[in-house]
């Protein structure tokens, strides 16, 4: 225990967090195709990259592969928020599975700068984590043309054919400080490094990492609610620490706060990442309000708005049923 007392501890909750336009869409169209066709639903990968939404839907009568050939011919698939490969597309029209792709619109934003430019016949710099399902599934598009960046740490191996015709892209849940710091040791060696057309980072991961800054300058302590294989809440631990944080932690939820974390802290910070469901922040709310933390605060620092429609196919069945 620490010798604060209750008055002197504050929790400040960072506002926007959880919940981004491309996880509701991915979640509720699983929830949907479980209404409509009936269980089980066959899901490639995690929907999105949290395992309390994962186990959820699998109580429901999700199923979740890894790999299309593991789904029975002429079922129903689910294709996850963070996008596929144009060569999954095509095993599974092989096997005859009913696809229903929940990418994120702006993951297939991405996937369609980097048809272009490949088609344009440029090289393609991807900034992103080397195995994440995102990135995959984008150098799927081009491989010939595509070749990863991991970071600045990536930077110094780059090799293309043509200097003059470089571009850059991004996976869209990195940090936007650190892509910044890439993309200007990139351009030291390819100058005329062509920007994409408009921000791969999406608007959903640079709010969150903003909002993560103005709680992190006056906690001592930032909780981040997000499971380990999250890259936009990983990133989320990483910005805290940066912007003045003494500690950050990630947690899958309130289970997972120590107690000596709180030694000391008068005030802790919490937010939590694009796919976490909101009653997970609340049971660490409730869970620092048990030490004396019960003085809460949300701080907004960017309002938000964007919803995304359910994918077509989806649409289009639902249509079918009601009409
Ligand atoms: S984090 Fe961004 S890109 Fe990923 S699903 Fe959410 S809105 Fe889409």
Redo the contacts with the bound molecule.
């Keep these: 225990m620490t010798s604060e007392t209750s008055e002197t501890r504050r929790v400040l909750v960072a506002k926007p967090r959880g919940y981004?336009?491309?996880?509701d869409r991915a979640v509720q169209t699983v929830e949907k195709a479980l209404d409509l066709y009936g269980a089980p639903v066959y899901v490639r990968k995690q929907i999105v990259h949290n395992t309390h939404v994962v186990q959820t839907l699998e109580k429901r009568g999700a199923i979740f592969v890894d790999e299309t050939e593991e789904v029975p011919e002429g079922a129903i698939v689910v294709f996850s928020?963070h996008g596929v490969a144009p060569a999954v597309h095509e095993q599974a029209s092989r096997r005859a599975l009913k696809t229903i792709d929940a990418t994120?619109p702006?993951?297939t934003k991405v996937h369609n700068e980097a048809k272009r430019f490949a088609a344009a016949d440029y090289d393609i710099l991807l900034i992103g984590h080397e195995g994440h399902e995102e990135v995959e599934g984008t150098a799927g598009e081009a491989p010939a043309h595509i070749q990863l960046v991991d970071g600045i740490g990536g930077v110094a191996g780059v090799q293309v054919r043509d200097p003059e015709r470089v571009v850059w892209l991004s996976q869209?849940?990195l940090s936007v400080d650190e892509t910044t710091e890439t993309v200007s040791r990139l351009r030291e060696r390819f100058p005329n490094l062509i920007d994409p057309p408009s921000d791969d980072i999406?608007?959903?991961?640079q709010n969150r990492q903003t909002a993560v800054k103005e709680i992190a300058r006056e906690a001592q302590l930032v909780i981040v609610v997000g499971s380990t294989n999250s890259s936009?809440s990983k990133r989320l631990v990483e910005v805290a620490k940066d912007a003045g944080a003494d500690a950050s932690y990630l947690v899958d939820d309130a289970s997972f706060v120590r107690d000596e974390w709180l030694d000391g802290v008068t005030t802790v910070g919490v937010t939590s990442g694009?796919s976490v469901p909101e009653e997970l922040v609340e049971g660490v709310l409730a869970r620092l309000a048990s030490h004396g933390f019960a003085d809460v605060h949300e701080v907004e620092s960017v309002p938000e708005s964007v919803r995304f429609a359910l994918p077509h196919e989806l649409r289009r069945d639902l249509r079918t049923t009601t009409a």
Excluded: D, F, K, S
């Design positions: 981004c336009a491309g996880v928020a994120c702006l993951v869209t849940t999406c608007y959903a991961t936009n694009a």
